[in-house]
């Protein structure tokens, strides 16, 4: 294989055993002697560049190879992936407390209006029947202005949910819909 020298003046290539250049004549000799541990050779021109030169200042060939595989050096602090599992599990942990807190307070269940309604019986209440009997009532809590028992959903004191609760409550137990009419107005009153 021949080898060739480029011109540190104007950049031509020249035959590894040229003394001077070809094109422009300046010397190539004293150039392309290393000085001593202060250069390196590139493996793909043979220009000598500096020790702490990356990358071939002639060719752009990389000086240096580094190992394969992962060339990242360890960082000194936690990753953005360690730091971002953090504040996840610092958020998820909030909200967890908070809705212990919710359910403690009995204020948690009132919200689950619209999930399949199971009593302490475990029997299942028609959502039909439930509307039958609402749709006798106002709402008693006295804040929401008297709006019809099936379409108001406060969570006030003897408010619709309050209210549909005991409807859902009496039905497991196996009262007709006349019988929770007529318990509903002795208990709460209202209605239409």
Not at 62 to 67: A, H, I, K, L, Y
Not at 94 to 108: D, H, Q, R, W, Y
Not at 134 to 159: H, I, Q, R, W, Y
Request: include cysteine; charged fraction near 25%.
């Amino acid at each position: 294989m021949r080898t060739f020298r480029r011109c540190p003046q104007c950049g031509s290539e020249n035959p590894g055993d040229c003394l001077f250049c070809v094109v422009c004549g300046a010397g190539l000799s004293e150039v392309q002697k290393p000085a001593k541990e202060k250069q390196r050779k590139c493996r793909a021109c043979g220009q000598f560049n500096e020790l702490d030169t990356r990358f071939c200042v002639v060719c752009g060939e990389e000086m240096v190879r580094g190992p394969k595989g992962d060339q990242r050096q360890p960082s000194a602090g936690p990753s953005y992936k360690t730091v971002a599992l953090v504040i996840g599990m610092i958020f998820l942990a909030g909200l967890a407390v908070k809705l212990a807190i919710t359910f403690s307070k009995g204020e948690g269940l009132s919200k689950l209006n619209s999930a399949p309604v199971l009593t302490s019986s475990n029997v299942e209440v028609d959502e039909a029947q439930v509307i039958a009997v609402a749709k006798n009532f106002k709402c008693a809590c006295g804040c929401c202005g008297e709006l019809p028992l099936v379409t108001c959903n406060c969570d006030m004191s003897k408010g619709s949910v309050e209210e549909k609760r005991f409807i859902r409550e009496k039905l497991a137990e196996g009262f007709t819909v006349e019988q929770v009419i007529e318990q509903l107005d002795k208990k709460y009153g209202h209605r239409v």
